[in-house]
């Protein structure tokens, strides 16, 4: 079972930028389809973005599209997300995921369907 451990959160204005990085231990990245989770305080985790083990098919929730990038390099074992023009609701912890399993519609955006979490990273954007 692959291993994942966040960084690159932190305290950031309205409007500016953080990048995320999720760092996976074994040789075996490569052949899991990765996705980013956020969950604000009293609220349950939801979906922000997916990229496939190859990195050529990513998804985003419509919250995030046009302002955060999801990317990956394998021969790092890394995975990031890049995200510009913060708003105080994009406020969370940031959480990465991994599966097997094809990304497919229906299941790419649910909780249940990754295996592998990291311990999350604390973004908060101030107004």
């Known amino acids: 079972q692959v291993q994942l451990v966040e960084s690159g959160g932190g305290l950031v204005q309205a409007g500016g930028s953080l990048r995320l990085s999720c760092a996976a231990s074994?040789?075996?990245?490569?052949?899991?389809?990765m996705a980013w989770f956020l969950q604000a305080p009293g609220k349950e985790r939801e979906f922000v973005a997916a990229?496939?083990?190859?990195?050529?098919?990513?998804y985003y929730a419509d919250s995030v599209k046009g302002r955060f990038t999801i990317s990956r390099d394998n021969a790092k074992n890394t995975l990031y997300l890049q995200m510009n023009s913060l708003k105080p609701e994009d406020t969370a912890v940031y959480y990465c995921?991994?599966?097997?399993?094809?990304?497919?519609?229906?299941?790419?955006?649910?909780?249940?369907?990754?295996?592998?979490w990291g311990q999350g990273t604390q973004v908060t954007v101030s107004s």
């Open positions: 990229i496939s083990w190859s990195g050529g098919n990513t």
């Open positions: 995921a991994a599966r097997r399993a094809a990304l497919v519609a229906g299941t790419l955006d649910k909780v249940d369907a990754y295996g592998a």
């Open positions: 074994g040789r075996t990245f490569s052949t899991y389809n």
